[in-house]
Each structure stands twice: as structure tokens, then as C-alpha cells.
């Protein structure tokens, strides 16, 4: 079975961006449809998420300055990959442990 690749980023003030992933085991073989429905689900503004929050790396260019910087990311999609998992959870118990953020 594939595993699957959870794509995100970061957008920094000047608009200047840093593309990360984590990829995940799919035991539970859901489909790349379903856990993008699950996890728009759960964006703050069908658009962001903190990524600690999630227990995922924060994406930065820098250190982190908290006077210039944000703890937003955007979701931008899953795809399936060969490569093997960057953590250790099943991409379902990811999705089922995440928690909505607060709405703007």
C-alpha cells in the first residue's frame, strides 16, 4: 500500500513562501479526496493551521521572530508516494487527532 504526502506551506508578510511535507503510513487506505475533506475541515478559514498545533514542523526561512513572523501555514493537498513515512502516525489517526483552529 502507498503511503501518502500531506503538502503544505509557509507564506511569510513579503509573500515569499517555503514548501514542506510530512508523509504519512495510509493502513487505513483512505483516499486522497476524503482526507483533503477531512482536513478542509479543520483549517481555520477552510485555509490555515498552526502546524504544532498538529504536531507537524513549522516551516520558516529564518529563526523565528515573533514580531515579523506567524504560526500560519496553508494546507495545499496530499498525493500519493512511494517514499517511505516522515511520521510515524497512520495518515487516518493524523486526521482524527487534529483539531479545528478558532474561525477569524
Not at 511569510?12 to 482536513?39: H, M, P, R
Not at 496530499?78 to 517514499?83: F, L, R
Amino acid at each position: 500500500m502507498a503511503n501518502i504526502q500531506f503538502n503544505y506551506l509557509y507564506r511569510d508578510g513579503a509573500n515569499y513562501k517555503q514548501f514542506g511535507f510530512v508523509i504519512f503510513k495510509n493502513i487505513s487506505g483512505i483516499s486522497l479526496e476524503d482526507a483533503t475533506s477531512k482536513v478542509r475541515s479543520k483549517l481555520i478559514s477552510y485555509e490555515f493551521f498552526v502546524p504544532q498545533d498538529w504536531g507537524l514542523p513549522r516551516l520558516h526561512f529564518h529563526t523565528y521572530d515573533p514580531e515579523i513572523d506567524h504560526d500560519w501555514h496553508e494546507f495545499e493537498n496530499w498525493e500519493v508516494t512511494d517514499e517511505a513515512p516522515t511520521n510515524p502516525r497512520d495518515a487516518l489517526t493524523f486526521l482524527n487527532e487534529i483539531n479545528k483552529g478558532p474561525a477569524l
